[in-house]
C-alpha cells in the first residue's frame, strides 16, 4: 500500500463547495466516487476546503492505493473530468498529510469593475473599486502576524484567530480580454473566508467607505466595521507549498 499526491484544478462553480454535503455536488464526492471506481476505499485528505463557488488551480490531496503510480497517472484523470483536471500525481511518504504538511497556502482573487460577458460570471468577480493605490495600502495593512477574529465566519471552529499573512499584494492584468485586478495573499493558513473578507474590507477602504483608522481597528480586532466578504466568483486557490515534497 502506497500514499499518493494528487495536485488538481477544479471549476468550483460546479460544486457546493470541496466537502461532501447530503444530496449535493462536491469535489470530495466526486473524487470519492472516481476513487472507488478503482477499487480504492483509501480516506481523501485535501490541503484545504473551498467554500460553494470557490474554484481551485492547485488544491493537493492525498489517498493511499494498492495500484502503480503508472495506473493511477492512466486511469484517474479521465474518471474526475471534465469539472476536475489532474495536474500531476506522484507517491509520497505514508506519513504525508496535506493538510498538516503545507507551509504556505497562496489564493487569488480576481475582478473586474464590469463584466459584460456571461460566460466569464462564473469565473471573474464583478466588484467595484477604487484607486489601486488605495488597494495596495489597505492590503500592506493585513501583512504581518493580527488576530482576524473580525476577518472570519462567526461560524468558524477555530479558538485561535491569530494568522500571519505574508504577503498581499494587488497587480493589473487582462484574462480573456477583460482588464482585471488580480490580488494574491499568501500565508500558512487562513480562517474561514478570511481571504474573502480580507478582500471585501479592501475594496471598501480602496472606495473611501472605511477609513484607515477603522480598517487598522478591525485588523487589529478592536471593532468590526466591515462585514460583507467579496464573492466567492473570483476566489482561486492558486499555490500550496510543501518543505520536504515540493510546491503543487
Known amino acids: 500500500m502506497c500514499r499518493f499526491k494528487m495536485v488538481i484544478a477544479y471549476d468550483g462553480s460546479a460544486f457546493h463547495g470541496y466537502a461532501k454535503q447530503p444530496n449535493l455536488p462536491s469535489v470530495q464526492g466526486a473524487l470519492e ?14 490541503a484545504g476546503r473551498t467554500d460553494k463557488g470557490v474554484h481551485a488551480l492547485a488544491q493537493v490531496v492525498s489517498f493511499c492505493a494498492s495500484l502503480s503510480l503508472q495506473t493511477l497517472q492512466r486511469h484517474l484523470p479521465p474518471k474526475i473530468t471534465p469539472h476536475i483536471a489532474c495536474k500531476h500525481i506522484e507517491s509520497v511518504p505514508l506519513d504525508f ?22 460566460f466569464l460570471s462564473r469565473y471573474i468577480a464583478c466588484c467595484d473599486y477604487g484607486d489601486l493605490v488605495r488597494l495596495q495600502e489597505a492590503l500592506d495593512c493585513f501583512v504581518g502576524m493580527h488576530d482576524f477574529k473580525f476577518f472570519s465566519k462567526q461560524s468558524g471552529d477555530f479558538r485561535n484567530t491569530q494568522r500571519q499573512i505574508y504577503r498581499a499584494k494587488c497587480r493589473t492584468r487582462t484574462l480573456w480580454g477583460v482588464p482585471c485586478v488580480l490580488l494574491y495573499i499568501s500565508a500558512p493558513s487562513f480562517l474561514r473566508a478570511q481571504v474573502r473578507l480580507i478582500v471585501g474590507a479592501a475594496l471598501a477602504y480602496s472606495l473611501g ?3 484607515l483608522a477603522q480598517l487598522q481597528a478591525q ?25 520536504r515534497h515540493g510546491s503543487s
Open 33 to 46: 466516487c472516481a476513487l472507488q471506481g478503482l477499487g480504492i476505499t483509501s480516506p481523501l485528505l485535501c
Open 219 to 243: 485588523i487589529h480586532a478592536q471593532y468590526r466595521y466591515h462585514n460583507i466578504p467579496a464573492p466567492p466568483q473570483g476566489l482561486y486557490l492558486a499555490r500550496v507549498d510543501y518543505p
Open 97 to 118: 498529510h496535506p493538510r498538516f504538511y503545507a507551509t504556505m497556502r497562496t489564493y487569488c482573487y480576481v475582478f473586474t469593475k464590469a463584466l459584460h460577458n456571461p
Open 209 to 211: 467607505h472605511l477609513s
